[in-house]
């Protein structure tokens, strides 16, 4: 009897032992899956924040760049309006020195046929070096056609 209660008390303790051991190492694996899930979740949540600041660097980066392009179009446009106006200008001064140009030779055909002393002088030509002088007076060059 009391060597039976000796084996009795001996194997509860064992079997007490080993569940308390099997207990003890369930909690500290399931504590250990938990802390590997929370990590990986925090990995995860680091990733997406990773994403989310690199996504918001693109888009403060292509606004940026779309404004810069905004302002350039802008001072194209401007430069573009004053180069029409200034385009617009140089063809209307440039019909009326054709029409002012116009009514010169008019007038110097009026002349030719209306005096005949005007008309003997307009067609002798200049002697020899004044048309040179002449050019180079008015600034243009000694060999040009104009």
Not at 82 to 101: D, G, K, M
Request: hydrophobic fraction near 40%.
């Amino acid at each position: 009897m009391i060597g039976g209660f000796i084996v009795k008390k001996l194997a509860t303790s064992i079997l007490s032992r080993w569940i308390l051991g099997g207990l003890v190492a369930l909690l500290l694996g399931s504590a250990a899956l938990m802390w590997h899930n929370h990590k990986e979740g925090l990995k995860e949540e680091g990733r997406l924040e990773c994403v989310q600041e690199i996504s918001q660097a693109t888009i403060d980066a292509l606004e940026d760049a779309l404004a810069d392009e905004k302002r350039a179009r802008a001072a194209l446009r401007a430069s573009l309006i004053a180069a029409a106006t200034a385009n617009q200008e140089a063809v209307a001064r440039r019909n009326e020195s054709e029409s002012r140009l116009e009514e010169l030779q008019t007038q110097m055909e009026e002349q030719k046929n209306e005096d005949p002393e005007y008309r003997e002088w307009s067609d002798t030509t200049l002697p020899s070096g004044v048309a040179d002088r002449l050019r180079q007076a008015a600034g243009s060059a000694a060999d040009s056609n104009d």
